[in-house]
Nanobody, 127 residues
Framework: QLQLVESGGGRVQPGGSLKLSCQAS????????ITWFRQAPGKEREGVAC????????QYADFSEGRFTISRDNAKNTAYLQMNTLKPEDTAVYYC????????????????????WGQGTQVIVSS
């Protein structure tokens, strides 16, 4: 059974950077599409970025495009989310998911019900 553990969250000042990691155990991640979600207090969960099994490109939400970069290292069974130029509105719990499909859907939440989820890592952007 695939298990995911996120790390790398923390508190950072506006304009700062964080790199989140998602370490998988169990099956190899190379047959799973990886999607990062986030949920802020009182708000709905939203897709942040997705990377398909070929790692050919990342798919981003409007708010993350140009600031965040999703990547994966199948040899390490790990996925990453590099977040730059962080803003207070990026404050949320960030979740890594892995879905046994080969591509990223237009709606990043389309396959979430079939995904394996990590426990989340808190990101706080505040001065």
């Amino acid at each position: 059974q695939l298990q995911l553990v996120e790390s790398g969250g923390g508190r950072v000042q506006p304009g700062g950077s964080l790199k989140l990691s998602c370490q998988a155990s169990g099956p190899n991640l190379n047959t799973y599409t990886i999607t990062w979600f986030r949920q802020a207090p009182g708000k709905e969960r939203e897709g942040v970025a997705c990377i398909d099994t070929s790692s050919s490109s990342g798919q981003y939400a409007d708010f993350s495009e140009g600031r965040f970069t999703i990547s994966r290292d199948n040899a390490k069974n790990t996925a990453y989310l590099q977040m730059n130029t962080l803003k207070p509105e990026d404050t949320a719990v960030y979740y890594c998911t892995a879905t046994p499909v080969t591509y990223c859907p237009d709606n990043m939440s389309a396959f979430s019900r079939w995904a394996s989820w990590g426990q989340g890592t808190q990101v706080i952007v505040s001065s």
